[in-house]
């Protein structure tokens, strides 16, 4: 049963356009969600976080929206870049008392165009 | 600052042996956890670790034990290896175990079972 889900293997945008990447997740319990970025032969790096008492986040030329009612999650990259091709996993915690693990999605590939 | 770091980056193990993978989370973090990621698949939690006490278990057989030292290192241990086993083991490392933590990736360790 996959818990958090990117229903878009794979994403092609043009240089300097908008990139948005989609995850869905069923579990209600979920209060932390997180955006990883990948590329092969590396580990994951975080890219940016929401809490579940927000809406929206942002950090430079990514944003991430939170919509709890539709349990639908997107990061938007504002202009993309050849540099941001890579995988990009979302991330969701759920909420238990002292502990906590991550569940991810299966990842999108983003391939930014020049 | 150094990030997570891990050791081996590659390693190759025949079936039915033994390997043990090594971790170092960034300073100050009390935290480690561990995930598989096979390929095309998102990672997949296996053990969160704070204080050297197991903290969270994920869905993998007994033949996979970690422990924590008292400088937060950890080694994830995996006996009797099958070849469904080779997968990007990643470290991962975290404040603490409030809920909203981020973690933090090492490169990993890509272990290969023939």
């Known amino acids: 049963d996959q818990q958090v889900k990117q229903n878009s293997p794979s994403l092609s945008v043009q240089e300097g356009r908008i990139s948005i990447l989609n995850c869905d997740y069923t579990?209600?319990?979920?209060?932390?969600f997180l955006w990883y970025k990948k590329y092969p032969a590396e580990g994951p790096t975080f890219l940016i976080s929401?809490?579940?008492?927000?809406d929206k986040n942002e950090d430079g030329r990514f944003t991430v929206f939170l919509n709890k009612s539709a349990k639908h999650l997107s990061l938007h990259i504002v202009p993309s870049q050849p540099g941001d091709s890579a995988v990009y996993f979302c991330a969701a915690s759920p909420t238990t008392s002292g502990t906590y693990k991550y569940i991810f999605g299966t990842g999108t590939r983003l391939k930014v165009l020049a | 600052d150094a990030g997570v770091t891990q050791s081996p980056t590659h390693l190759i193990k025949t079936r039915g042996q033994q390997v043990t993978l090594r971790c170092s989370p960034i300073s100050g973090h009390k935290s480690v956890s561990w995930y598989q990621q096979v390929l095309g698949q998102g990672p997949q939690f296996i053990f969160q670790?704070?204080?050297?006490?197991?903290?969270g278990r994920g869905n993998f057989p007994d033949r996979f034990s970690a422990r924590q030292f008292p400088n937060y290192s950890s080694e994830l241990n995996v006996n009797a290896l099958l070849l469904g086993d080779s997968a990007l083991y990643l470290c991962?490392?975290?404040?603490?175990?409030?809920?909203?933590?981020?973690?933090?990736f090492g490169e990993g360790s890509w272990l290969t079972v023939v």
């Open positions: 929401i809490s579940s008492i927000k």
């Open positions: 579990n209600s319990m979920f209060d932390y």
């Open positions: 670790y704070y204080e050297k006490e197991e903290r």
């Open positions: 991962a490392s975290s404040l603490g175990l409030e809920s909203g933590n981020t973690i933090y």
